[in-house]
């Protein structure tokens, strides 16, 4: 016979259920960082536009990933590292001739 699975209900508010979420048209009540746990989920995703995630991410374009250093990620970093270092051993090539 099947399992049934009942759905998860949703976390207690927050605040005595007296903040409400601070996305316009949510009536949710409070849960973390103004907002209601429907919310805080995607902002903890990086899917709130208007909202200022929660780490610095990624200059190039399209890349959502939590910066490490000089404004990348660790895949564009480490690209860019590689870069860096054929354009050296190419520059250091003919001076040595």
Do not use: N
């Amino acid at each position: 016979m099947a399992e049934t699975k009942t759905k998860k209900k949703a976390p207690t508010p927050k605040g005595a259920g007296k903040k409400a979420c601070k996305i316009e048209g949510c009536k949710r009540a409070y849960r973390a960082k103004g907002f209601c746990f429907f919310h805080y989920d995607q902002w903890r995703r990086g899917e709130l536009e208007k909202f200022p995630g929660r780490y610095d991410t990624c200059g190039k374009e399209g890349c959502k990933k939590k910066v490490v250093g000089h404004g990348l990620c660790q895949d564009h970093y480490d690209a860019w590292k590689k870069s860096r270092k054929g354009a050296k051993i190419a520059a250091e090539a003919p001076a040595a001739s």
